[in-house]
T-cell receptor, first 114, second 112 residues
């Protein structure tokens, strides 16, 4: 009963390095989301996907890239890490059946850029 | 104007009291509304969803929706110290691809 799985849980990056945050879900959900949460703040939508091969920008997409080649996986790529990208990143998925669009979250990835 | 607005708090209530959390949204076409609870260092978890005007009750929780006023609220009756958390309002925007947008959250502190 895995749900949404994110890896890694923690990561420290140096300025200018790149990395990929992994997210996979086993609920056959068509919608997947990436959010970031800065300390004491709410969730800001980075990118989302409505199905394999389809992605769209959210509220704060700059500095990130995504791809969705399968229903299960939705990786988030940081190409040139900056201190402003220090945050907790959450991946979520939902089935979008009618009005019921409940999102299920992964455990988060705590990223620090130094 | 923010798409989803909440007072950041903290909202402090005594144990046993009613906690009232409020949220407004800007997109009149929004169709689905959610309240998530987030404990410190944890992931958000869904506690209530509401889709039509009026009240929806689930145990100690009541969600209220008023689409004309673009307002959604959450009432927590008989508040317990374990209810102390951040409560996030989320709105599923309509039109094209649906986007799930969150407010900044309201921090609730229930004191014994």
């Amino acid at each position: 009963n895995a749900g949404v799985t994110q890896t890694p849980k923690f990561r420290i990056l140096k300025i200018g390095q790149s990395m990929t945050l992994q997210c996979t879900q086993d609920m056959n959900h068509n919608y997947m989301y990436w959010y970031r949460q800065d300390p004491g703040m709410g969730l800001k939508l980075i990118y989302y996907s409505v199905g394999a091969g389809i992605t769209d920008k959210g509220e704060v997409p700059n500095g990130y890239n995504v791809s969705r080649s399968t229903t299960e996986d939705f990786p988030l790529r940081l190409e040139l890490a900056a201190p402003s990208q220090t945050s907790v990143y959450f991946c979520a998925s939902s089935s979008q059946q009618g009005l019921n669009t409940e999102a299920f979250f992964g455990q988060g990835t705590r990223l620090t850029v130094v | 104007q923010k798409e989803v607005e909440q007072n950041s708090g903290p909202l402090s209530v005594p144990e046993g009291a009613i906690a009232s959390l409020n949220c407004t949204y800007s997109d009149r076409g929004s169709q689905s509304f959610f309240w998530y609870r987030q404990y410190s260092g944890k992931s958000p978890e869904l506690i209530m969803s509401i889709y039509s005007n009026g009240d929806k009750e689930d145990g100690r929780f009541t969600a209220q929706l008023n689409k004309a006023s673009q307002y959604v609220s959450l009432l927590i009756r008989d508040s317990q110290p374990s209810d102390s958390a951040t409560y996030l309002c989320a709105v599923n925007k309509a039109g094209g691809y649906n986007k799930l947008i969150f407010g900044a959250g309201t921090r609730l502190a229930v004191h014994p």
